[in-house]
């Protein structure tokens, strides 16, 4: 079942060029987390927005989510090649399995040096 | 400060044939998670633990069993392998409910079931 979709599937671009991925889902959330994967690794956690909140900054990251259109985004500003990884939105489910972290597909996000 | 530790990180099976994955934490984590991602699906959850001795079913647990005997490992279980469970395997951790903290992931399993 999946919750998160992110939007678009893979992005390229240049280094120095902000980045920007889409998540939308389904179902009311009580917060949406965006991760990172490189390739053939783990993910790794980068940032956590509850669902009160409407903007997080975390570096050269900034996260929005919006409820009423159940829609999140990421962007990065003045990319690096090294952010070149798999970005994944994940969710719970309101009033969910406390064990069940849903994620998306995933971007896949290329810069460019 | 190895965070999150999977053994192996390859194997290769043959069909019916049986293994354990072991995933170990050494950030005195109550919650523990196995997943499957495959290419195109994202990640799915398959059991996870909310503390010593527990465990429960996630989205995909068939054909899989775990254990959770000490606080700081997580078993995955193979009985019968089959060429559908050829996947990368990545085991979590976090604090709290995995909706509400961080989960901190391992290097991955890759399987493949021939």
């Known amino acids: 079942s999946q919750q998160g979709e992110e939007d678009p599937q893979a992005l390229s671009i240049q280094e120095g060029e902000n980045a920007t991925m889409n998540c939308s889902y389904k179902?009311?959330?009580?917060?949406l987390q965006w991760y990172r994967q490189n390739s053939g690794r783990g993910l790794v956690h980068l940032i956590l927005?509850?669902?009160?909140?409407r903007e997080k900054h975390s570096g050269r990251l900034r996260v929005t989510l919006d409820t009423s259109k159940k829609s999140s985004s990421l962007l990065i500003t003045a990319s690096r090649a090294a952010d070149t990884a798999s970005y994944f939105c994940?969710?719970?489910?309101?009033?969910?399995?406390?064990?069940?972290?849903?994620f998306g597909k995933g971007t896949k996000l290329s810069v460019k040096p | 400060n190895a965070g999150v530790t999977q053994t192996p990180k390859f194997r290769v099976l043959k069909t019916g044939q049986s293994m354990t994955l072991l995933c170990a934490q050494d950030?005195?984590?109550?919650?523990m998670y196995w997943y499957r991602q495959d290419p195109g699906m994202g990640l799915r959850l398959i059991h996870y633990?909310?503390?010593?001795?527990?465990?429960a079913k996630g989205e995909v647990p068939d054909g899989y069993n775990v254990s959770r005997l000490k606080k700081q490992n997580f078993l995955l279980g193979l009985e019968s392998a089959a060429p559908s469970q050829t996947s990368v395997y990545f085991c979590?951790?976090?604090?709290?409910?995995?909706?509400?903290?961080?989960?901190?992931f391992g290097q991955g399993t890759r399987l493949t079931v021939v």
């Open positions: 979590a951790s976090s604090y709290g409910r995995v909706w509400d903290t961080e989960a901190f």
């Open positions: 179902t009311s959330i009580n917060n």
């Open positions: 927005i509850r669902s009160n909140e």
């Open positions: 994940a969710t719970d489910v309101y009033g969910g399995s406390q064990g069940n972290l849903i």
């Open positions: 950030m005195n984590h109550e919650y």
């Open positions: 633990s909310v503390g010593e001795g527990t465990t």
